[in-house]
């Protein structure tokens, strides 16, 4: 059984530019779902998608978007990046919304300079 | 507004000692909660899971309860050894949400040979 994956590891962008980030949700599960965390802080929910659907969404602004593709991976797109963007962007994958356990991958690493 | 609250923020022990970390949420009305562990700069690993209908689970040295009237939950390590070094997290699911998970700011173990 392969766990969540995300690419890349690492990446430093430049305000003002965009960024996708890419996960592979673990075997058999359609609901990702993404994060931020910010250093010293807990993860922020930024947005969920269930079966290729958007099925919920954080206190994030549209500028930050998403996709999920037939085979439940998933994008997380961010335009005109701020400085605050900074932060660790971790993946999280389930089986079904709300009920089962979730499963994170090793995140992403975002440098905004 | 749900919130999550874990106290301590950091705890220093010596390596053998039986501690207890915790963690305490404002809405009772959860769905579930889970414990995570987070090396410096990595993902989250999924400790244990506790379904609102039930009172504890346990692995291994891990041992958690839950106690939804007063919003509370424990995670116990016996134990504990220098590998147990690293940051606690909890986290809720609320009931009649889309299952995002809420986080707290996680207390900051380290435990020392």
């Known amino acids: 059984e392969t766990g969540v994956t995300q690419s890349p590891t690492h990446l430093i962008k430049t305000r003002g530019q965009q960024v996708t980030l890419r996960c592979s949700s673990q075997?058999?599960?359609?609901?990702v779902s993404w994060y931020q965390q910010a250093l010293g802080q807990g993860p922020q929910f930024i947005f969920q998608?269930?079966?290729?659907?958007?099925?919920g969404r954080g206190n994030f602004p549209p500028r930050f978007s998403g996709l999920q593709f037939p085979n439940y991976s998933s994008e997380l797109n961010v335009n005109a990046l701020e400085l605050d963007d900074s932060a660790l962007y971790l993946c999280?994958?389930?089986?079904?919304?709300?009920?089962?356990?979730?499963?994170f991958g090793p995140g992403t690493r975002l440098t905004v300079t | 507004k749900q919130e999550v609250t874990q106290i301590p923020a950091a705890l220093s022990v010596p390596e053998g000692e039986n501690l207890v970390l915790n963690c305490s949420f404002t809405d009772s009305a959860i769905y579930n909660l889970q414990w995570f562990r987070q090396d410096p700069g990595k993902g989250l690993t999924s400790l244990l899971l506790?379904?609102?209908?039930?009172r504890e689970q346990t692995s291994g040295r891990l041992n958690a309860s839950l106690d939804k009237s007063s919003g509370r939950s424990t995670l116990y390590i016996a134990a504990s050894q220098p590998g147990d070094s690293a940051t606690y997290l909890c986290?809720?699911?609320?009931?009649?949400?889309?299952?995002?998970?809420?986080f707290g700011k996680g207390t900051k173990l380290s435990v020392k040979p």
């Open positions: 075997s058999g599960h359609n609901t």
């Open positions: 986290a809720v699911v609320l009931g009649g949400s889309q299952g995002n998970l809420i």
């Open positions: 999280a994958s389930s089986f079904e919304r709300s009920s089962y356990e979730q499963y």
């Open positions: 506790i379904q609102s209908s039930q």
């Open positions: 998608y269930y079966r290729e659907e958007e099925n």
